[in-house]
């Protein structure tokens, strides 16, 4: 095994991002790489790909993004313009165990400076050594990626049925039932107040959230754009709290605040999975929906997820950088209802599908776990490849 003592910017080559306001990005398929990771698209790109980013300002300062494809680093990243002939993927899990952000050159505003980066004092092994480490972390990667495009899958399958049974009508024995003013005999239209209850979430300090040993804590890092949960999101949370502040496993949550570019989680509906169990607390920048005695929650759920519910109530969020939606916006929603059985029968193939997600989730938690633990013993040497 051959290491060598050297500086950061004896591995890589740093170049700050190029600036691209909102108004002049244009439809395609090149991802827009900024500080906290890819943050939309373009039709030109600035960069080849296999490519390495860290974020350079803001509260994202230091992470680092791998980008497979050629892609449009934005300025407020730092991104590599010569692996110097090292392992790009082997870069990537390398500075994953640097901590950049004690190289902060800013003073309102966290930023990162190249030149500082560059003489950060580093030890590498040679070019073998860097493929084989980055083959063993990408064994990993790989795997939970598959997992979750498996994910995606359940949920399009989830969603296709219940647009098929609740939007275009064509539920089983559909045939046979009579419509008045266009909707099947029995459905009706209801509002959100009359199928469950909403509780606004805990508003917290800073002082609360904790590195380890509290509660998990749901906030808005646990969505993913367009609804769904993400354990990834999840903080940790040390202090008072309402009974109504908790989520168990099975408890929808509701996004009432959105900071991101395209306003793809304000609205959104997320169910809490198995893997965060049943002492778990929500932020104040969400709701928990709590159906009331008589509706199907996964059928509630899948009302949130796949009909125009989201759609149509963020139009009703207001705000410049920070998007807030009032609960009574939510509350004040109509949803179309199906009669019971219906309802009951759509929510044993959901219960079906969300039971795979929720093992699929909980594999690729114990493969983030292991590599994880991995990465930081193979990148200093203390385990042999």
């Known amino acids: 095994m051959s290491w060598r003592e050297c ?38 790109a600035k960069a080849r790909g296999p490519g390495v980013s860290i974020g350079r300002s803001g509260a994202s300062i230091g992470k680092v993004t791998y980008t497979p494809t050629d892609y449009w680093p934005h300025n407020a ?85 219940y647009r098929e049974w609740f939007v275009h009508f064509r539920f089983p024995g559909h045939e046979h039932v ?17 199928l469950a209850d909403i509780y606004r979430g805990k508003s917290y300090k800073s002082s609360e959230l904790v590195e380890d040993g509290g509660q998990p804590f749901i906030n808005l890092k646990c969505f993913e754009r367009g609804g769904g949960f993400r354990v ?39 169910r809490v999975p198995r893997t965060v169990g049943e002492n778990a607390i929500y932020s104040m920048d969400l709701v928990k929906a709590a159906p009331k005695e008589g509706i199907d929650p ?15 109530v963020r139009e009703e ?17 109509h949803a179309l209802v199906a009669p019971r059985v219906l309802r009951g029968l759509f929510s044993e193939q959901f219960s079906a599908i969300l039971d795979q997600v929720d093992n699929l989730e909980l594999q690729n938690e114990k493969l983030a776990q292991t590599r994880d633990l991995l990465l930081p013993r193979l990148m200093n040497g203390d385990i042999a490849v």
């Open 232 to 270: 990834s999101g999840l903080k940790w949370f040390r202090g008072e709290h309402k009974e109504h502040h908790r989520a168990e496993a099975g408890d929808i949550v509701i996004a009432v605040t959105d900071m991101t570019r395209d306003a793809m989680i304000v609205a959104q509906a997320a």
């Open 7 to 44: 500086t950061l910017g004896e591995v890589v080559r740093f170049q700050r991002g190029h600036d691209l306001p909102d108004q002049d990005r244009k439809p395609g398929d090149v991802p827009v790489i900024g500080s906290a990771g890819p943050n939309g698209w373009h039709n030109e």
């Open 77 to 161: 990243c730092l991104f590599v313009t010569d692996f110097l002939g090292n392992d790009p993927r082997f870069v990537y899990y390398f500075l994953k165990t640097k901590d950049l952000t004690s190289l902060n050159s800013g003073a309102a505003q966290p930023s990162l400076n190249r030149n500082f980066v560059h003489l950060v004092p580093v030890r590498v092994p040679g070019g073998n050594e860097q493929r084989a480490i980055a083959d063993i972390l990408s064994a990993y990667d790989d795997l939970i990626e598959t997992n979750r495009r498996r994910i995606a899958l359940l949920e399009e399958a989830a969603r296709l049925l």
């Open 298 to 312: 996964l059928w509630f759920y899948g009302m949130l997820r796949f009909s125009r519910f989201s759609a149509e």
């Open 178 to 194: 009579p419509r008045t003013d266009g909707l099947p005999e029995g459905w009706e239209r209801r509002a959100i107040t009359d």
């Open 317 to 333: 969020a207001t705000g410049a950088t920070v998007l807030h939606l009032k609960p009574k916006h939510i509350e004040a929603w």
